[in-house]
């Protein structure tokens, strides 16, 4: 079934993001500025996730998004691969009861076909426990990919037009839309990287058309409460005009 469609993004100056996405970069060269090795930024990135995440609920933000691992992210060295899933499964396992106690919803996007039973089965159970919560949805992208996440609409709605549940013409940018991943959210009002590098890298590409970008030098494991604020009051400042002239979103702001 599709989602139902939520609320479209208003044109004009938001005080407060609904939706925050991150890339969450800069975990190694942490480590490495610090002669320690790449896993201790890892898990120092961990601490930087948990206070972003407190920041966001106490902040009165809907959605978090986080890159946790990216469908490129298993050409890394093996060792560092596993590495990472033990850290997310680890993670899961002692934080799932303590963001359900701060009523967390917590959800996960990305292609989990490639995963073990037991870490499907994490997931799975996280997303149930925390299912009616309404403070934060916390939604974790692992073995995510834009791409794989837009042809994996298109296969859905190929699928049902093949069986005469839609018709083709009846395929619009809306009804695509309904079939990504986080379709029951707003889409990303704000977007952060950390850690210098000013790309998208294959994440939620058809959600971030009109998310506004915010960059920032610092490294992930040293992200906290002030550098969110900073991004924030920094979207606060933009004028988000979706195609529009300023002096049309103006007009309808005194209207
Ligand atoms: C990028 O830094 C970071 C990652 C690929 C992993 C981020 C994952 C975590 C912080 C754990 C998240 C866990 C949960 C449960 C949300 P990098 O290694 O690319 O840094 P570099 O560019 O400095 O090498």
């Keep these: ?121 994490l997931m799975e159970s996280a997303e149930r426990q925390t299912a009616d919560n309404k403070q934060l949805s916390l939604v974790i992208a692992v073995n995510y990919g834009g791409r794989w996440d837009i042809a994996e609409a298109a296969r859905r709605l190929a699928a049902k037009a093949v069986a005469g549940e839609i018709r083709a013409e009846d395929i619009d940018s809306d009804r695509l839309g309904q079939e990504l991943s986080g379709a029951d959210l707003p889409e990303p009002d704000l977007f952060i990287r950390t850690g210098g590098e000013q790309r998208i890298s294959n994440y939620l590409l058809w959600q971030l058309a009109y998310t506004e970008l915010y960059f920032t030098e610092l490294l992930w494991p040293d992200f906290d409460d002030a550098a969110l604020d900073e991004a924030l009051q920094s979207f606060a400042g933009r004028q988000r005009r979706f195609g529009r002239t300023g002096d049309q979103i103006e007009q309808s702001r005194r209207a």
């Design 1 to 121: 079934m599709p989602q139902k469609p939520v609320q479209p993004a208003q044109p004009g100056v938001q005080q407060l993001p609904r939706h925050v996405a991150i890339i969450m970069d800069g975990n190694g060269r942490w480590a490495k500025s610090r002669s320690l090795p790449r896993p201790m930024g890892h898990r120092e990135g961990v601490k930087a996730v948990r206070r972003v995440v407190e920041a966001c609920r106490q902040r009165g933000i809907e959605a978090l998004t986080l890159f946790a691992f990216s469908s490129e992210n298993w050409r890394r060295p093996k060792t560092e691969v596993s590495l990472l899933m033990d850290l997310f499964v680890h993670t899961i396992k002692k934080e799932v009861e303590h963001l359900h106690r701060n009523g967390v919803r917590m959800c996960f996007i990305g292609d989990r076909s490639v995963f073990e039973p037991h870490m499907r089965a």
